[in-house]
Nanobody, 127 residues
Framework: QVQLVESGGGTVQDGDSLRLSCAASVNKANFYVMAWFRQTQGQEREGVAVLQPGSGATLYADSVRGRFTISHDNVKNTLFLQMDDLKSEDTAVYYC????????????????????WGQGAQVTVSS
């Protein structure tokens, strides 16, 4: 069983930066893809950034590309999401997620395809 523990959420102002962390209980080398999703009340979970550890390939939602960066620390088994130039529309609960099995690139941002989830971290951006 994989456990994911998130940290780093909080309240910031427009234009500020924040970094989320997601510590995995097992080595990320076993994961096919690792991702960050976000969700606001009444909305579906949106995939914002995905990393394939084996190749280093990444995928970003259009709304965050150029502002958010997904990365990992292999030694600490930790996934990160660096969020810069935050906007009020980035306000959401952010979740990390991982999947062991192969997943086609075109499905990397689909929440239903991920097996393991963190508990969520609230990010609030005030204008």
């Amino acid at each position: 069983q994989v456990q994911l523990v998130e940290s780093g959420g909080g309240t910031v102002q427009d234009g500020d930066s924040l970094r989320l962390s997601c510590a995995a209980s097992v080595n990320k080398a076993n994961f096919y893809v690792m991702a960050w999703f976000r969700q606001t009340q009444g909305q579906e979970r949106e995939g914002v950034a995905v990393l394939q550890p084996g190749s280093g390939a990444t995928l970003y939602a259009d709304s965050v590309r150029g502002r958010f960066t997904i990365s990992h620390d292999n030694v600490k088994n930790t996934l990160f999401l660096q969020m810069d130039d935050l906007k009020s529309e980035d306000t959401a609960v952010y979740y990390c997620a991982v999947r062991d099995a192969y997943l086609h690139y075109h499905q990397w941002r689909e929440a239903s395809k991920y097996e393991y989830w963190g508990q969520g971290a609230q990010v609030t951006v005030s204008s």
